[in-house]
């Protein structure tokens, strides 16, 4: 039997319902926005994904469904009962989303996602504008996926202790496939060692995040808890931020997520080599799978790691399926054997 | 003694009138001029400072003058209260609330009208595309406002007086 982590951030019945209705629906266009605010709170709760795409049924992904939005404000499982999105809906929450300023977000456009208050990530699809063969911005949208910030403080809680010894903490990684609650983790984490905990003084974190996805800053101030003694480099590179880090900050920790370049291996030497502890994710199932890949590999064979972290989906995001240590040795197998 | 009295306040009141529609050729061209100055202004903001909507037109609204300066305050008010309005509805709204204080001709405001549809909405490029576009349009309106100033401000001030002092040779 494994552990989930989902417990409420902020108390209430339905924390993400409220955070869902104050901080996303008024993005979405006027006739969508009032279908969505009629679905009950607990159907709220669950919801991870709004997708919008130009003459498509909009659909919005729960935890464990997909559900299509009803031209009643209800939901349905089946996408002919689904109202569409037309072409105004879709002009109108891509000017509310962009506070009707495109030209400003050419940055985002680029990349591909914009985070908004409250740190929901929104990405954009359309027409590609090319610059000497390069991606200078996106016109046209038509399509927009707005992802629910899920700030699940109390994820980390249970395994913490198993990722510090003797008051330090050790290097982990986290193994995970998409959608199973990895960053989700690692900001948890992230949360915890900045703040301390008992039996843990706190330390200084730096942390890069690369698609602004763990500290979810707009216009650079973090929107998630990240915890009081986090430094975060947004939007950088990883290689090039973890090294910027460790001349520029002397943290404890750096903590960075998806690595998997050959820039990450080399910066992540240089991390270990200046003392500094290291807290990073991978995607992948197994130690099997991780291992195809030849920089993983590679990262793997300098017994860099002193704890893995493997989540899944089993039981719905956030299934911890085990801890190894070192020597990939299970940690909690007797506990889960108990269990 | 009160036919006089009456004469003079019709040739005043006609000369008023004629006053008054002379002016408002001048203003109409010193409301162009505005337009563009804000519009410029506009383009920096937009093009150079990439300044979300709202607060660029706030600040082209506190370099302009008069009523186009109000009207530029407006669309940005709009565009931070108005939920779920794009730029161009912001600026279509603002636009008939100010229309009865501006003396822009209707050709002008569709010109405005028109341009004010794909504000925001689009890349740097384009926005660049609109502006210089709309600038051109006002610029020329500007120079034909203008050439009729000169030619009709005189006349208008003129047949006031006149048409005040003709009507009071009739009457008496």
Avoid at chain 1, 282 to 297: A, F, S, T
Avoid at chain 2, 131 to 143: C, F, G, N, V
Avoid at chain 2, 148 to 168: D, E, P, R, S, Y
Wanted: glycine share 8%.
């Amino acid at each position: 039997m494994t552990n989930t982590f989902e417990i409420s951030r902020s108390g209430g019945s339905f924390p993400i319902a409220q955070n869902i209705r104050q901080e996303v629906l008024p993005f979405l266009s006027p006739d969508l926005r009032m279908l969505v605010s009629q679905i009950p709170d607990y159907e709220l709760e669950v919801l991870e994904e709004i997708r919008l795409r130009i003459n498509a049924p909009v659909l919005l992904k729960q935890r464990t469904e997909d559900k299509y939005l009803r031209k009643d404000g209800g939901l349905s499982t089946r996408w002919e009962h689904s109202v569409y999105c037309n072409e105004e809906n879709m002009q109108k929450t891509v000017a509310l989303l962009c506070n009707s300023s495109l030209y400003a977000l050419e940055e985002e456009l680029r990349k591909g996602f914009l985070t908004l208050p409250g740190g929901h990530r929104t990405g954009f699809v359309g027409r590609a504008v090319l610059d000497r063969g390069r991606v200078r911005t996106l016109k046209q949208i038509s399509g927009v996926n707005i992802r629910v910030a899920r700030c699940v403080s109390g994820a980390a809680l249970q395994i913490i202790r198993h990722l510090v010894k003797g008051g330090v903490f050790l290097n982990t990684l986290i193994i995970s496939p998409p959608r199973a609650g990895k960053t989700t983790l690692l900001r948890d984490i992230i949360c915890m060692l900045s703040n301390g905990f008992s039996g843990f003084s706190p330390v200084d974190v730096g942390l890069v995040d690369e698609r602004s996805e763990i500290a979810g800053c707009r216009e650079g101030i973090p929107q998630l808890p990240i915890g009081r003694r986090t430094d975060v480099l947004d939007g950088c590179p990883k290689g090039e931020g973890m090294m910027m880090l460790v001349r520029s900050m002397s943290p404890q920790v750096i903590a960075t997520d998806e690595i998997g370049r050959k820039e990450d291996a080399d910066a992540i030497e240089e991390v270990i080599n200046a003392g500094i502890k290291l807290l990073t994710t991978v995607h992948g199932y197994n130690k099997e799978d991780i291992l195809r890949r030849p920089v993983i590999k590679e990262i793997l064979a300098q017994k860099v790691f002193e704890r893995y972290v493997v989540l899944s989906r089993r039981r719905g995001p956030g299934t911890i399926e085990n801890i190894f240590n070192e020597e990939w040795l299970p940690i909690r197998e007797r506990r889960l054997k108990e269990c | 003694m009160l036919k006089l009295i009456g004469a003079l306040l019709v040739i005043i009141s006609f000369g008023v009138i004629g006053m008054v529609l002379g002016r408002n050729l001048t203003k109409h061209t010193e409301e162009l001029r505005q337009l563009q100055f804000g519009l410029a202004a506009l383009e920096t903001e937009i093009i150079y400072a990439l300044t979300p909507l709202p607060q660029a037109l706030k600040t082209v609204a506190r370099q302009t003058k008069g009523p186009i300066s109000k009207f530029f305050a407006e669309v940005s008010q709009e565009l931070n209260e108005g939920q779920g309005q794009t730029g161009g509805e912001a600026w279509s709204k603002a636009l008939e609330r100010v229309a009865p204080y501006l003396l822009l001709t209707e050709g002008e405001m569709s010109c405005l009208e028109q341009f004010g549809q794909g504000l925001g909405s689009s890349d740097r490029e384009d926005q660049l595309k609109r502006l210089t576009s709309i600038k051109m349009q006002l610029a020329t309106r500007e120079k034909e406002a203008e050439t009729t100033k000169n030619q009709f401000q005189k006349i208008w001030q003129t047949l006031g007086w006149a048409c005040g002092l003709v009507l009071t040779l009739m009457f008496i």
